[in-house]
């Protein structure tokens, strides 16, 4: 019978793992997929189109894109990450140049998914006071996906706003 109850308590510890790592996992896939379906939107404008904004007073392509990725630090280092020493998390948004906001953009990400793989499930409670609000770890991580989901969908009506098809959905 102790064997048994061994067992059992092995057993209930490994599918506890199991589950973090797919939350984990889960997270991670989906924030890589944000970032390609952004990334080959932002690269299906034109260098010109990135000054395009639908209204004064609204952010252009470009701002979307740099606002984004911003972000992407700015959350993570709620997490307690520290921001890369060559990121101008206050400049950020004055980067100009197609090419040089889209490397802006994917090195945030490859910063947002690296950090995103060191948490640890059992910081996953742990409160985190992103300033405008006070959540937990686990919801920090969601609030990086729906961020980014956020400006995807903005990037999109832009998008259909000049003639330009998302490439995913040819």
């Given at each position: 019978?102790?064997?048994?109850?061994t067992?059992?308590?092995?057993?209930?510890t490994?599918?506890v793992?199991a589950?973090?790592?797919?939350?984990?996992?889960s997270?991670?896939?989906l924030l890589?997929?944000?970032?390609?379906?952004i990334s080959?939107?932002?690269n299906?404008?034109s260098?010109?189109?990135?000054?395009?904004?639908?209204?004064a007073?609204?952010?252009?392509?470009?701002?979307?894109?740099?606002?984004?990725?911003?972000?992407?630090y700015?959350l993570?280092?709620?997490?307690?990450?520290?921001?890369?020493?060559d990121?101008?998390l206050?400049?950020?948004?004055?980067?100009?140049?197609?090419?040089?906001?889209?490397?802006?953009?994917?090195?945030?990400?490859?910063?947002?998914?690296?950090?995103?793989s060191?948490?640890?499930?059992?910081?996953?409670g742990?409160e985190?006071?992103?300033?405008?609000i006070?959540?937990n770890?686990?919801?920090t991580?969601?609030?990086?996906?729906?961020?980014?989901?956020?400006?995807?969908?903005?990037?999109?009506?832009?998008?259909?706003?000049?003639?330009?098809t998302?490439?995913?959905?040819?």
């Open positions: 019978m102790k064997h048994l109850v067992l059992f308590l092995f057993m209930s490994l599918l793992s589950q973090d790592q797919v939350v984990q996992s997270l991670k896939g890589s997929n944000n970032q390609n379906q080959s939107l932002a299906a404008f260098e010109e189109q990135y000054d395009w904004r639908p209204a007073g609204v952010r252009s392509v470009g701002e979307v894109i740099l606002h984004t990725a911003s972000a992407n700015f993570l280092s709620k997490l307690g990450y520290a921001i890369p020493k990121v101008d206050t400049g950020m948004e004055k980067i100009k140049g197609k090419q040089q906001v889209l490397d802006a953009l994917n090195k945030s990400f490859v910063f947002a998914l690296e950090k995103m060191e948490v640890k499930a059992e910081d996953f742990k985190v006071d992103l300033g405008f006070k959540m770890t686990l919801s991580m969601m609030v990086v996906l729906e961020h980014t989901g956020e400006h995807k969908g903005q990037l999109i009506a832009y998008a259909r706003s000049n003639g330009i998302p490439p995913w959905s040819n």
